[in-house]
C-alpha cells in the first residue's frame, strides 16, 4: 500500500463530534477538514485532494441535500480525477445512487464503520494513483503503436504498414473481426500522420439508428425537423483538417452510401435543412468485420463506394492465427488486473497457459482481456488455473446461446462466489468485483439473488 502520509483527504462534515471523530479514526492519512461547500472548495484548490468524503447535509439548511449535491458538481468540475466518497443518510439509497450517477466514486451510510471506510477511502487512492500513471504513461509514450503488444510477424508487419501509410493522404480500409483492434491502428494512423494536431473523430455506423444517422454524419439546419432547435455539426465537418474514422462501414445503410460516395466524389457536403454547400478536408479511415466484397454481390454495398474507400486495405488477422500473441496478452492482463485489484503476484498456471493456447477466441482481444479479468478476480490461490478461465468448448453455431444470455448467467456466477467468499458483505464484495455498490445492488436485484443464496 501507497504512503498514506503522503495522501491528502478533505474530510468536509459540519458536525465538529464527527469531524473529530473522522480526523482520529483516519490520521494515518493528512487530512484537511472543511464544514461547508465554500470552505470546501478552498480546501480543494489549496491542498488539492486525491480524496474527499462529503456529507451531503450542509449549512445552511443541514436537512436538505441541494447545498451537498451543489459541492459535489463543484468538486468534480474543478477536480474531475479526485474522488469523491458521499455520506449519506442509512435509507437514503436514491440520493446516494445520484451521486454515483453525479460522478461520485462511493457512497457510505451514516452511521459507518471507520475501518470499511477506511478500505473504501485506500481504494479510492490506488485508483488516483493508477489513473494518474496511466495519464503520464500516455503522455510520454513513444509511439501510439507501442500499446499494440504482438510478437505475431504478420502483425509486425501491419504495424509497419500503419507507419508507412500514415503520411499518405489516402483513403484506408481496415478489415478483420470484431475485437482485433482496428480502432488502435486507426488512432495510430492519425497520430503518426500529418493531421495529428487536429482531431480524431470517431463514428459507429452499426451503434446509430438509420433514421439519425445521417444528421450524425453531415449536420442540420436550425428548423430542420422537429425538434432541430439548433444548428448542429456533424462528425464529417467537426472533422475537418483532421481524421474520420468510420466503423462498421458494411452497416452503413444504401441511401447513406450514395451521400456519402458524393462527398469523397466532390469533398463538399450540405446540412440536413440547408442549401449551401460546405468544403471539408477530412482524411477518411474506415473498417469493418463484415465481407464487403460479399455485401457487394449481395446487393448490400455499392461498388463504387467500396474502391472509393478502399484505396488501401488492411486485413488484420483474427487473433487464433496471431502466433503466440494470446498467451503474450494474458501474461499483460494478468499484470495489469492483478495491480488494479491489489493481487500483485499472480500468475498464470500451466493448465491455464495451455488452455489459453488451444481456445479459438471467437471474440479476439476483447474476450480475452475479459476473460483475464474476471479470472484474476475470482482465482482463490497465487496462480490462475484453467479453471478459473471458466472457457467453454467453442461448438457449432446452433448450439450456441444468446449473447446476451451467456453474459447475464456469467455475471449471475460471479455475483454469487463472490457473496459467498464476503459472507454477504456487499461493500467487500464490489471492491473484489471492482464495481461500486450500487452497480452491485442492481445485479442482485436483476437476478434475484439474496444473502442467503
Given at each position: 500500500m501507497a504512503d498514506k502520509q503522503q495522501r491528502t483527504l478533505l474530510i468536509v462534515e459540519d458536525d465538529p463530534a464527527l469531524q473529530k471523530q473522522m480526523r482520529w479514526a483516519f490520521d494515518g492519512f493528512e487530512t484537511v477538514l472543511a464544514s461547508d461547500r465554500e470552505s470546501a472548495i478552498v480546501q480543494l484548490r489549496r491542498h488539492e485532494p486525491a480524496v474527499v468524503t462529503m456529507d451531503l447535509g450542509l449549512p445552511p439548511a443541514p436537512d436538505d441535500v441541494s447545498e451537498g449535491?451543489?459541492?459535489?458538481?463543484?468538486?468534480?468540475?474543478?477536480?474531475?480525477?479526485?474522488?469523491?466518497?458521499?455520506?449519506?443518510?442509512?435509507?437514503?439509497?436514491?440520493?446516494?445512487?445520484?451521486?454515483?450517477?453525479?460522478?461520485?466514486?462511493?457512497?457510505?451510510?451514516?452511521?459507518?464503520?471507520?475501518?470499511?471506510?477506511?478500505?473504501?477511502?485506500?481504494?479510492?487512492?490506488?485508483?488516483?494513483?493508477?489513473?494518474?500513471?496511466?495519464?503520464?504513461?500516455?503522455?510520454?509514450?513513444?509511439?501510439p503503436l507501442?500499446?499494440?503488444?504482438?510478437?505475431?510477424?504478420?502483425?509486425?508487419?501491419?504495424?509497419?504498414?500503419?507507419?508507412?501509410?500514415?503520411?499518405?493522404?489516402?483513403?484506408?480500409?481496415?478489415?478483420?473481426?470484431?475485437?482485433?483492434?482496428?480502432?488502435?491502428l486507426a488512432r495510430a494512423l492519425h497520430v503518426?500522420?500529418?493531421?495529428?494536431?487536429?482531431?480524431?473523430?470517431?463514428?459507429?455506423?452499426?451503434?446509430?439508428?438509420?433514421?439519425l444517422l445521417e444528421s450524425e454524419l453531415f449536420g442540420y439546419e436550425k428548423g430542420a425537423f422537429?425538434?432541430?432547435?439548433?444548428?448542429?455539426?456533424?462528425?464529417?465537418?467537426?472533422?475537418?483538417?483532421g481524421t474520420l474514422f468510420l466503423d462498421e462501414i458494411g452497416d452503413l445503410p444504401l441511401p447513406l452510401q450514395a451521400k456519402l460516395l458524393r462527398f469523397l466524389q466532390e469533398r463538399v457536403i450540405e446540412r440536413i435543412g440547408g442549401r449551401e454547400e460546405i468544403p471539408v478536408d477530412v482524411r477518411i479511415v474506415c473498417a469493418t468485420h463484415r465481407d464487403l466484397k460479399?455485401?457487394?454481390?449481395?446487393?448490400?454495398?455499392?461498388?463504387?463506394?467500396?474502391?472509393?474507400?478502399?484505396?488501401?486495405?488492411?486485413?488484420?488477422?483474427?487473433?487464433?492465427?496471431?502466433?503466440?500473441?494470446?498467451?503474450?496478452?494474458a501474461h499483460a492482463f494478468v499484470q495489469r488486473f492483478s495491480r488494479e485489484n491489489g493481487r500483485t503476484g499472480l500468475g498464470l498456471a500451466d493448465d491455464a497457459v495451455a488452455a489459453i493456447e488451444s481456445h479459438p477466441w471467437p471474440g479476439n482481444v476483447r474476450e480475452l482481456e475479459n476473460c483475464l479479468k474476471r479470472a484474476v478476480i475470482m482465482?482463490?490461490?497465487?496462480?490462475?488455473?484453467?479453471?478459473d478461465l471458466g472457457l467453454e468448448a467453442v461448438e457449432d453455431d446452433v448450439e450456441l446461446l444468446n449473447l446476451r444470455q451467456v453474459r447475464d448467467e456469467a455475471e449471475r456466477r460471479a455475483v454469487l462466489r463472490v457473496m459467498a467468499r464476503t459472507n454477504g458483505n456487499v461493500a467487500r464484495a464490489a471492491e473484489l468485483l471492482g464495481i461500486s455498490r450500487p452497480s452491485l445492488y442492481d445485479l442482485i436485484n436483476r437476478f434475484g439473488l439474496k444473502k442467503e443464496n
Open positions: 449535491f451543489r459541492l459535489l458538481g463543484e468538486i468534480i468540475a474543478l477536480a474531475p480525477e479526485t474522488k469523491v466518497i458521499v455520506l449519506t443518510g442509512q435509507h437514503d439509497r436514491e440520493n446516494a445512487v445520484k451521486a454515483v450517477g453525479m460522478g461520485a466514486y462511493d457512497f457510505f451510510a451514516k452511521p459507518f464503520e471507520p475501518e470499511m471506510l477506511e478500505l473504501t477511502i485506500d481504494r479510492a487512492f490506488r485508483m488516483y494513483d493508477l489513473q494518474a500513471e496511466n495519464a503520464r504513461l500516455a503522455a510520454i509514450q513513444a509511439s507501442a500499446g499494440l503488444l504482438t510478437r505475431d510477424p504478420g502483425m509486425l508487419k501491419i504495424c509497419r504498414t500503419i507507419e508507412k501509410l500514415a503520411s499518405a493522404s489516402v483513403t484506408v480500409a481496415l478489415l478483420g473481426e470484431s475485437g482485433t483492434g482496428k480502432e488502435v503518426l500522420s500529418p493531421r495529428s494536431a487536429e482531431r480524431f473523430v470517431a463514428i459507429n455506423c452499426a451503434a446509430i439508428p438509420d433514421t422537429t425538434g432541430a432547435v439548433r444548428q448542429t455539426l456533424g462528425k464529417i465537418e467537426t472533422a475537418h483538417r460479399a455485401q457487394i454481390r449481395a446487393g448490400l454495398f455499392r461498388e463504387d463506394l467500396y474502391y472509393r474507400l478502399a484505396e488501401i486495405v488492411v486485413d488484420i488477422p483474427p487473433l487464433r492465427e496471431r502466433q503466440g500473441d494470446a498467451v503474450l496478452l482465482a482463490d490461490g497465487a496462480r490462475i488455473g484453467a479453471d
